[in-house]
C-alpha cells in the first residue's frame, strides 16, 4: 500500500500536491461549517426549510454572477490572483454571517457574499488542467475528490461538537482556514494561466467577458450542462434537504448527519482513486449515465426506508454515483474547453451545480413544508430518470458524429 501510494505521488507535479494540500485545509473549514449551515438558519431564525431554500437560492443565484465574473477574470488576469481573492473573500463572508441577528439582514448581505466568495472557484479548475495533461486529468480530478472528501471525514464531526456548544466557532474556524489556505497559495504556488503568443495583444476584460458567447456556440458542452443540471438537482439534496429530512422526520439529531456525512467522505477516500481509474478512458456519458443510475436507486429509496443503518447504506450507494460523475464531469469539460477559455468554460460549467442549488432546496423546502416530505425522494427518482435518458442521448450523439474521437471504449 506504501509503495502504491508512493507511485501515485509521483505521477504528479509537486505544485499538484501543494494545491491539493492547500485546498485540503480550506475544504476543512467548508465541512466544518456547511453541513450545518441550513440547521442553523431554521433553528437560529426559528423558520422552516422553505425560507432557508430562498436564502440558499440567494447563495447560488448571485454565485452564478460571481462564477461568470470570475471565469472571465481568470481567463484575463490569472488564476492565482483570482484564486487569493476568493479565498480571502470567503474568509471575510463567513465572519459577516457568523455577527447577522435577523433574517432580512442575511438576506440582503446573501446577495453580495453570493457574488464575491464565487469569484475565485473557476481558477482552481482551470489551474489544475493548467497543471496536468489530458490524459490524467480525470484521475486528477478524482484525487482532489479524495483530498476534499478527507476533510468531509472529520469536518462534520468537529463541527456538529462545536456548534453543540456555538455556532460562531463554526463561522471562525472557516474564515481562519480559509485564510491560512490562501497564504500558502501566495507563498508556494507560481501562476499557471498559460502565455500568450507575443504577437498577440492580450484581449481587455469587457473582450474576456464576451468571450462567453463562444462557450454557448458548443452544442455539445451546453446540451451536457443541461442533462447535468437535471443529476445535480437530485445529487446536492444530500447536503442540503436531508439533514433537516432526518431531524424533522425521523428523530435523528444532526450529530446522526455528521456520521452519515463522514462515512460519504470516507468511502470517497477509499475508493475514488480506484473509481477514476476504473472509469478513465471509458466513454463520458456512459459513465454519466452509470452515476445517475446510482443517485435514482440511493435517492428514491430514501422515500422508502426507515433506520438510521438504511440511512447509511442509501448513502453509500449515492456516494458511487458521486465518484463516478464528478471527476468524470470535470475532466470533460476541461477537455471540451481551448485552453485559453477554461476559466471561462470552468465558470459555466459551475451554472450545472449554481442553478440546482438555487432551485432545488427551495422547492424541496416547499414539498416538505406542504406535503408529505417522502415526495421529495419521489420526485428525485422521476428527475433522476430524465437526466439517465439525458445521457443516454448524448452518448448516442457522439458515438454516431465521433466528436469526441475513439478513444473512448463505448461498450464499457
Known amino acids: 500500500m506504501i ?14 500536491w501543494i494545491l491539493a494540500g492547500s485546498s485540503f485545509i480550506d ?25 432557508a431554500g430562498v436564502l440558499l437560492a440567494i447563495f447560488s443565484v448571485m454565485g452564478m454572477a460571481g462564477s461568470m465574473a470570475g471565469g472571465a477574470l481568470t481567463d484575463k488576469a490569472g488564476r492565482k490572483i483570482m484564486m487569493l481573492f476568493g479565498l480571502v473573500l470567503s474568509a471575510l463572508s463567513s465572519l459577516a454571517m457568523g455577527f447577522i441577528e435577523r433574517l432580512s439582514v442575511f438576506y440582503i448581505v446573501a446577495f453580495f457574499v453570493g457574488f464575491l466568495s464565487d ?12 497543471i496536468l495533461p489530458e490524459n490524467k486529468r480525470a484521475e486528477g480530478f478524482g484525487v482532489f475528490r479524495v483530498i476534499h472528501n478527507l476533510a468531509w471525514i472529520v469536518g462534520p464531526s468537529i463541527g456538529g461538537l462545536m456548534a453543540a456548544r456555538s455556532y460562531m466557532t463554526l463561522f471562525i474556524t472557516d474564515a481562519v482556514l480559509s485564510s491560512l489556505t490562501a497564504l500558502i497559495i501566495l507563498k508556494s504556488i507560481a ?11 492580450t484581449p481587455g476584460f469587457l473582450k474576456t467577458l464576451a468571450g462567453y458567447g463562444e462557450v454557448v456556440k458548443n ?8 442533462v447535468v443540471i437535471f443529476m ?13 429530512y432526518m431531524r424533522d422526520i425521523h428523530g435523528i439529531p444532526p450529530a446522526g448527519y455528521g456520521m452519515l456525512m463522514s462515512l460519504n467522505a470516507f468511502l470517497v477516500v477509499v475508493f475514488q482513486f480506484w473509481v477514476s481509474r476504473k472509469v478513465s478512458g471509458r466513454n463520458p456519458f456512459l459513465m454519466m449515465t452509470l452515476g445517475t443510475v446510482c443517485y435514482f436507486i440511493g435517492y428514491t429509496s430514501i422515500g422508502f426506508i426507515r433506520g438510521y443503518g438504511l440511512f447509511l447504506a442509501a448513502t453509500a450507494v449515492i456516494t458511487m454515483g458521486e465518484m463516478i460523475t464528478v ?57 433522476s430518470i430524465l437526466a439517465i435518458i439525458g445521457f443516454l442521448g448524448l452518448f448516442t450523439y457522439t458515438r454516431r458524429t465521433k466528436i469526441l474521437g475513439q478513444e473512448e471504449n463505448p461498450s464499457s
Open 327 to 383: 471527476p468524470v464531469h470535470q475532466a470533460l469539460v476541461a477537455r471540451l474547453a481551448p485552453e485559453d477559455m477554461r476559466g471561462r468554460y470552468m465558470a459555466i460549467s459551475d451554472l450545472s451545480y449554481a442553478i440546482p442549488s438555487a432551485v432545488g432546496p427551495w422547492a424541496a423546502g416547499l414539498v416538505m413544508d406542504n406535503y408529505n416530505p417522502n415526495y421529495v425522494w419521489y420526485i428525485c427518482g422521476f428527475i
Open 119 to 130: 469569484l475565485g472557484h473557476p481558477a482552481r479548475q482551470a489551474m489544475i488542467a493548467d
Open 219 to 226: 452544442r455539445l458542452f451546453i446540451s451536457f450542462l443541461g
Open 27 to 51: 475544504a476543512l473549514g467548508k465541512t466544518i461549517l456547511f453541513p450545518y449551515f441550513t440547521l442553523y438558519i431554521t433553528k437560529k431564525f426559528q423558520v422552516g426549510m422553505t425560507e
Open 232 to 244: 445535480v438537482l437530485v445529487y446536492q439534496q444530500l447536503y442540503s434537504t436531508l439533514s433537516v
Open 191 to 201: 501562476e499557471t494561466k498559460p502565455k500568450s503568443p507575443e504577437h498577440e495583444r
Open 3 to 16: 509503495q502504491k501510494i508512493k507511485k501515485i505521488i509521483r505521477e504528479y507535479p509537486k505544485v499538484f
